[in-house]
Protein backbone atom coordinates (compact mmCIF):
# COMPACT_ATOMS: atom_id res chain seq x y z
CA UNK A 1 0.00 0.00 0.00
CA UNK A 2 1.36 3.54 -0.88
CA UNK A 3 1.64 6.12 1.58
CA UNK A 4 2.88 9.71 1.13
CA UNK A 5 2.97 11.87 3.67
CA UNK A 6 3.74 15.38 3.70
CA UNK A 7 4.24 18.12 6.22
CA UNK A 8 6.46 21.54 6.30
CA UNK A 9 3.37 23.80 4.95
CA UNK A 10 2.26 27.15 6.55
CA UNK A 11 1.96 30.72 6.83
CA UNK A 12 5.24 33.29 5.93
CA UNK A 13 5.87 36.53 4.78
CA UNK A 14 6.49 37.47 0.76
CA UNK A 15 10.50 36.88 0.71
CA UNK A 16 10.79 33.80 3.12
CA UNK A 17 11.42 30.38 3.04
CA UNK A 18 9.37 27.44 3.90
CA UNK A 19 10.55 23.45 3.35
CA UNK A 20 7.89 20.98 2.42
CA UNK A 21 9.01 16.46 2.71
CA UNK A 22 6.84 13.97 1.72
CA UNK A 23 7.47 10.65 2.83
CA UNK A 24 6.51 7.98 0.78
CA UNK A 25 6.14 3.96 1.49
CA UNK A 26 5.21 0.90 -0.39
CA UNK A 27 6.52 2.39 -3.97
CA UNK A 28 7.49 -0.41 -6.41
CA UNK A 29 10.63 -0.01 -8.21
CA UNK A 30 8.89 1.74 -11.65
CA UNK A 31 7.70 4.22 -9.80
CA UNK A 32 10.94 6.60 -10.23
CA UNK A 33 9.24 10.20 -9.95
CA UNK A 34 8.09 12.00 -7.23
CA UNK A 35 6.43 15.82 -8.30
CA UNK A 36 5.29 18.69 -6.48
CA UNK A 37 2.03 19.73 -7.40
CA UNK A 38 -0.44 22.96 -6.25
CA UNK A 39 -3.55 24.51 -6.46
CA UNK A 40 -4.20 28.25 -5.63
CA UNK A 41 -8.16 28.80 -4.92
CA UNK A 42 -9.88 28.70 -7.87
CA UNK A 43 -7.31 27.41 -10.21
CA UNK A 44 -6.15 24.28 -11.96
CA UNK A 45 -3.92 22.16 -10.01
CA UNK A 46 -0.16 23.07 -11.81
CA UNK A 47 3.15 21.02 -11.80
CA UNK A 48 5.83 22.78 -9.78
CA UNK A 49 8.86 20.70 -9.64
CA UNK A 50 9.56 16.82 -10.38
CA UNK A 51 12.96 14.34 -9.30
CA UNK A 52 13.71 10.74 -9.80
CA UNK A 53 14.82 8.39 -7.35
CA UNK A 54 16.96 6.84 -9.71
CA UNK A 55 19.49 9.72 -10.80
CA UNK A 56 18.28 12.71 -9.39
CA UNK A 57 17.42 14.68 -12.38
CA UNK A 58 15.05 17.72 -12.17
CA UNK A 59 12.11 19.39 -13.98
CA UNK A 60 11.40 22.62 -12.95
CA UNK A 61 8.05 25.01 -13.81
CA UNK A 62 8.87 28.42 -14.98
CA UNK A 63 7.17 30.22 -11.99
CA UNK A 64 9.41 28.78 -9.82
CA UNK A 65 13.34 28.40 -11.31
CA UNK A 66 15.81 30.13 -8.99
CA UNK A 67 13.63 29.84 -6.04
CA UNK A 68 12.62 25.95 -5.18
CA UNK A 69 14.63 23.70 -5.08
CA UNK A 70 13.87 19.71 -5.13
CA UNK A 71 15.59 16.91 -3.52
CA UNK A 72 15.38 13.88 -2.23
CA UNK A 73 17.07 10.98 0.47
CA UNK A 74 16.44 8.01 -1.33
CA UNK A 75 17.34 6.40 1.79
CA UNK A 76 14.61 7.79 3.62
CA UNK A 77 12.45 7.85 0.45
CA UNK A 78 11.88 11.20 1.47
CA UNK A 79 11.44 14.23 -1.21
CA UNK A 80 12.06 18.11 0.17
CA UNK A 81 10.88 21.37 -1.51
CA UNK A 82 12.61 23.99 -0.18
CA UNK A 83 11.12 27.48 -1.34
CA UNK A 84 12.80 30.57 -1.05
CA UNK A 85 11.98 34.27 -1.45
CA UNK A 86 8.37 33.16 -1.49
CA UNK A 87 5.45 35.33 -3.54
CA UNK A 88 2.44 35.25 -2.82
CA UNK A 89 1.17 34.18 -5.79
CA UNK A 90 3.14 30.72 -4.29
CA UNK A 91 -0.24 30.07 -2.18
CA UNK A 92 -1.97 27.24 -2.14
CA UNK A 93 -2.59 23.53 -1.21
CA UNK A 94 1.19 21.44 -2.42
CA UNK A 95 0.64 17.58 -3.10
CA UNK A 96 3.37 15.58 -3.66
CA UNK A 97 2.53 12.71 -5.94
CA UNK A 98 3.90 9.82 -7.15
CA UNK A 99 4.67 8.87 -10.58
CA UNK A 100 6.73 6.79 -13.04
CA UNK A 101 8.18 9.39 -14.65
CA UNK A 102 8.82 13.35 -14.94
CA UNK A 103 7.83 14.18 -18.57
CA UNK A 104 4.91 15.80 -19.29
CA UNK A 105 1.91 12.51 -19.52
CA UNK A 106 3.41 10.53 -17.07
CA UNK A 107 0.77 8.16 -15.28
CA UNK A 108 0.81 8.65 -11.75
CA UNK A 109 0.77 6.16 -8.86
CA UNK A 110 -0.55 8.29 -6.03
CA UNK A 111 -0.53 11.14 -4.16
CA UNK A 112 -0.60 13.12 -0.73
CA UNK A 113 -3.48 14.88 1.23
CA UNK A 114 -1.79 17.83 0.22
CA UNK A 115 -0.21 21.18 2.69
CA UNK A 116 -1.07 24.80 3.06
CA UNK A 117 1.62 27.41 1.99
CA UNK A 118 -0.14 30.58 2.85
CA UNK A 119 2.27 33.67 1.46
CA UNK A 120 0.88 37.27 2.82
CA UNK A 121 2.38 40.47 2.24
Known amino acids: QVQLVESGGGSVQAGGSLRLSCAASGLTFDVDAMGWFRQAPGKEREGVSC????????VNADSVKGRFTISRDNAKRTVYLQMNNLKIEDTGVYYC??????????????WGQGTQVTVSS
Open 51 to 58: ITWSVGST
Open 97 to 110: AARYACYKGSAFNS
